[in-house]
Nanobody, 119 residues
Framework: QVQLVESGGGLVQPGGSLRLSCATS????????MGWYRQAPGRQRELVAS???????NYADSVKGRFTISRDNAKNTVYLQMNSLKPEDTAVYYC?????????????WGLGTQVTVSS
């Protein structure tokens, strides 16, 4: 059974930091691209950051220079370090695991963790 479990969300003041973690099980973690998405009320889910199985990273323009994605293949875990948080970063953050197959894409999601940036 595949599980992606996010943790580390919470309430933080503007300018603060949080570190999200996504612990996975049931997949060969090193073979998956991992990503963090977020969804704010009334808005579509959007990609925040991603890392390939080889460790290359990609970021949304809105978080470049503030957020850092990293992965620990030994712990089957992906992280999102979020610094200089802004109220517009408030959203539910979801972990995503993807693997391209010949027939399509295999994709798994976590249940999400709430991040609220407010004074």
């Amino acid at each position: 059974q595949v599980q992606l479990v996010e943790s580390g969300g919470g309430l933080v003041q503007p300018g603060g930091s949080l570190r999200l973690s996504c612990a996975t099980s049931g997949i060969i973690f090193s073979g998956y691209a991992m990503g963090w998405y977020r969804q704010a009320p009334g808005r579509q889910r959007e990609l925040v950051a991603s890392t390939t199985s080889g460790g290359s990273t990609n970021y949304a323009d809105s978080v470049k220079g503030r957020f850092t994605i990293s992965r620990d293949n030994a712990k089957n875990t992906v992280y999102l370090q979020m610094n200089s948080l802004k109220p517009e970063d408030t959203a539910v953050y979801y972990c995503n695991a993807e693997k391209e197959l010949r027939r399509g894409v295999l994709r798994y999601w976590g249940l999400g963790t709430q991040v609220t940036v407010s004074s």
